[in-house]
């Protein structure tokens, strides 16, 4: 079946620095990939779509500078969270859509901003 | 916009009890899916309904979708401890727009 893998599983940065996360689809091409973020017992929402080759789009509410998309390929997409703060501190889970699979979910990263 | 939302939001029942859980959406959709969710873990996928009318079955749990009324109702059988954990349902908008809108999330807990 189709496998996600998101990287890393768990950060702790400091307050203003940078953290990228990374979400691959390890036997599919992705068309669309979809970053949510969750937290503590929420349900998740979703932060952003991003197509490969295009600008994310950006659900509302959402700050597009500072949460970076990059969808460079079709198996790999990036969501950086600038100058993070601890408000930042969440759940973010990737998900990748692919012609045949429907919607596969990556594992999930645990961001904690000190 | 699309609103989801799942009842109860907590559920404690017993073991070998049976329950359902209910899932309601504000848009046309006939794409609906079933996801667990253990403590500090991602998604698992439970269930994909496609039509309306869709009844699966895995296990104890058994979905199903009425795309008319905007309902799907995901029901335990016999519970077990096992089961304990968040249950979501999401919504699928049209076709060219495809992306997943959560419901609410129910906690399940089974009591010995």
């Known amino acids: 079946g189709a496998v996600v893998s998101q990287h890393p599983s768990w950060v702790i940065c400091k307050s203003g620095t940078s953290v990228k996360i990374e979400c691959r689809s390890l036997?599919?091409?992705?068309?669309?990939m979809f970053w949510y973020r969750q937290f503590p017992k929420q349900s998740l929402m979703l932060m952003a779509t991003?197509?490969?080759?295009?600008?994310?789009?950006?659900e509302q509410g959402v700050e597009k500078d500072k949460f970076l998309i990059n969808h460079a390929s079709l198996t790999l997409s990036t969501l950086t969270v600038t100058s993070a703060h601890p408000e930042d501190s969440s759940f973010y889970i990737c998900?990748?859509?692919?012609?045949?699979?429907?919607?596969?979910f990556g594992s999930g990263t645990r961001l904690t901003v000190v | 916009e699309l609103k989801v939302e799942q009842n109860p939001l907590f559920l404690s029942m017993q073991e070998g009890k049976n329950y359902t859980i209910y899932c309601n959406y504000s848009?046309?959709?006939?794409?609906l899916y079933w996801y667990r969710q253990d403590p500090g873990k991602s998604l698992e996928s439970l269930f994909v309904?496609?039509?309306?009318?869709a009844v699966k079955q895995e296990g104890r749990l058994m979905a199903s979708l009425d795309t008319k009324a905007r309902l799907s109702t995901l029901h335990i059988t016999a519970a077990v401890h096992d089961l304990s954990a968040t249950y979501f349902c999401?919504?699928?908008?049209?076709?060219?727009?495809?992306?997943?809108?959560f419901g609410t999330g129910t906690r399940l807990t089974i009591i010995p």
């Open positions: 309904l496609l039509s309306n009318g």
């Open positions: 848009t046309t959709s006939d794409r």
């Open positions: 999401a919504v699928d908008l049209s076709f060219g727009n495809e992306k997943l809108t």
């Open positions: 036997d599919f091409q992705a068309t669309t």
């Open positions: 998900s990748a859509r692919g012609a045949r699979w429907g919607y596969t």
């Open positions: 991003s197509n490969e080759g295009s600008k994310a789009t950006y």
